[in-house]
């Protein structure tokens, strides 16, 4: 079992930053992927951003050159910087983790899920 904690949200004007952290524990293992996600009321999950174990990283069009994944292997967290937040950013940030390589944005292809964290950008 692997269990995921979000931290970070919060409010902030557009053009502003935020860094969004999960924390992660249980057994990973040495093949995983691990991902943002985030979700509007009334529209699909949709994948943000990847890191894998190989350290190889995928970003969605709409964050491509204003967000950032990094992970802390000595604090277990996988980190999102945001900047140049704009109002469509506004959602619920979920981190997701799945043993294996998932090269991947679909929530179809990962198993573990945190509880999320709330991001709002005002205009």
């Known amino acids: 079992q692997v269990q995921l904690v979000e931290s970070g949200g919060g409010s902030v004007q557009a053009g502003g930053s935020l860094r969004l952290s999960c924390a992660y524990s249980?057994?990973?293992?040495?093949?995983?992927?691990m991902a943002w996600f985030r979700q509007v009321p009334g529209k699909e999950r949709e994948g943000v951003a990847l890191?894998?174990?190989?350290?190889?990283?995928l970003y969605a069009a709409s964050v491509q050159g204003r967000f950032s994944i990094s992970q802390d292997n000595a604090k277990n967290t996988l980190d999102l910087q945001m900047n140049s937040l704009q109002s469509a950013d506004t959602a619920m940030y979920y981190c997701?983790?799945?043993?294996?390589?998932?090269?991947?944005?679909?929530?179809?292809?990962?198993?573990?899920w945190g509880q999320g964290t709330q991001v709002t950008v005002s205009s």
């Open positions: 997701a983790a799945v043993l294996g390589i998932a090269w991947s944005l679909s929530k179809n292809d990962y198993k573990y």
């Open positions: 249980g057994y990973i293992g040495s093949r995983y992927s």
């Open positions: 890191r894998d174990s190989f350290r190889r990283t």
